[in-house]
């Protein structure tokens, strides 16, 4: 055989070799892929899960504050009744007007 011949089987089996390795690279990164695929698939579930807590505690945040502000409307000082209710015991709860002594 000539040496061109021989020159190119030597290039085409290089080849051959280099393909196969690239293969292989592809099979690795093809799983590779999978793998991160299913991993940003369970980010976004608990990405929505998270967002959806947020929004929940945002809201139940909202309707406090306006619970605070109006029960502080209504205990107010000028708002509270006069307490004349008699003092039984220690730490009792009034029953007419709700206010623990």
């Known amino acids: 055989m000539s040496t061109r011949v021989v020159g ?16 292989e690279q592809v099979v690795s990164l093809k799983g590779e892929f999978e ?5 940003e698939i369970e980010l976004k579930n608990s990405l929505a899960k998270a967002e959806a807590t947020l929004t929940a505690a945002s809201s139940l945040l909202g309707k406090l504050s306006g619970e605070k502000s109006r029960w502080e409307a209504q205990v ?26």
């Open 76 to 101: 107010s000082p000028g708002s509270l009744p006069d307490h004349s209710c008699p003092q039984s015991t220690p730490k009792a709860v009034c029953k007419r007007c709700m206010i623990v002594e």
């Open 8 to 23: 190119m089987q030597e290039r085409i089996a290089g080849c051959v070799a280099q393909l196969q390795q690239l293969d």
């Open 35 to 39: 793998s991160k695929k299913g991993l």
